[in-house]
């Protein structure tokens, strides 16, 4: 079963317009949750990262992303989306293994297209 | 700069040979991490490594094979049993993977078999 689920696997926007890419995780416990984005051809940068505490993480490039343990999504976002934005960006949780470890485990992606 | 570095970049193998892919992390990190990207379907995990001379298989372990012989280099070898090897592949690096931290990428190794 899916452990990490982005369901949108193409979102467009216009420039300037606001942003919202979902993700829904489905470890009962309190997971480690990233947002990562990759531009073609490259490697994953992290965007921003919950461990505990506030359920309202700041990231870089002016996104957010809000914790919900009620609906177990950890969902992405930005008011202004700029044409740079462009890109896939890839949720991922710290899935539990043997030994007391913990695994980053990945969603498929979701493909963002900015529209000038 | 601290940093994972793949090599190489492009990777061109003919059916039924074995290729080793690099990488090689001067960030002190304990757990390294190969993961398979194939388009539409995320990242998968194929091996990793919580120690030097300790690896886990992932869950698509089946084809490769791995070493951690020094904490740095963590080198993933896709073997001609690999049904379609044809695909990009990232290295990762973190602190542990008993703490609270994030992985660290490579660029990446785009293989083709030709």
């Known amino acids: 079963a899916q452990s990490v689920t982005q369901p949108d696997i193409h979102i467009t926007v216009s420039e300037g317009a606001s942003l919202e890419l979902r993700c829904n995780y489905s470890y009962g416990a309190t997971p480690y949750l990233f947002w990562y984005v990759q531009s073609p051809g490259q490697g994953l940068q992290l965007l921003l990262k919950y461990f505990s505490g506030d359920t309202l993480v700041q990231g870089i490039k002016g996104f957010e992303a809000e914790f919900k343990r009620s609906h177990s999504s950890f969902n992405l976002r930005k008011p202004s989306v700029h044409w740079s934005d462009a890109a896939e960006y890839f949720c991922?949780?710290?899935?539990?293994?043997?030994?007391?470890?913990?695994?980053?485990?990945f969603g498929r992606g979701t493909s963002l297209i900015v529209h000038p | 700069d601290g940093g994972i570095t793949q090599s190489p970049k492009y990777l061109f193998r003919k059916e039924g040979q074995n290729v080793t892919l690099s990488c090689e992390q001067n960030l002190n990190h304990d757990a390294m991490y190969w993961y398979r990207q194939d388009p539409g379907q995320g990242l998968r995990l194929i091996y990793y490594s919580q120690i030097v001379n300790d690896f886990q298989k992932g869950d698509i372990a089946e084809g490769y094979s791995v070493s951690r012989e020094k904490k740095e280099s963590f080198p993933l070898t896709v073997t001609s049993a690999q049904k379609n090897p044809t695909a990009f592949y990232l290295c990762?690096?973190?602190?542990?993977?008993?703490?609270?931290?994030?992985?660290?990428f490579g660029q990446g190794t785009r293989l083709t078999v030709v």
């Open positions: 991922a949780v710290g899935r539990p293994r043997s030994g007391g470890s913990y695994i980053p485990t």
């Open positions: 990762a690096s973190s602190m542990g993977t008993g703490v609270k931290t994030e992985a660290f």
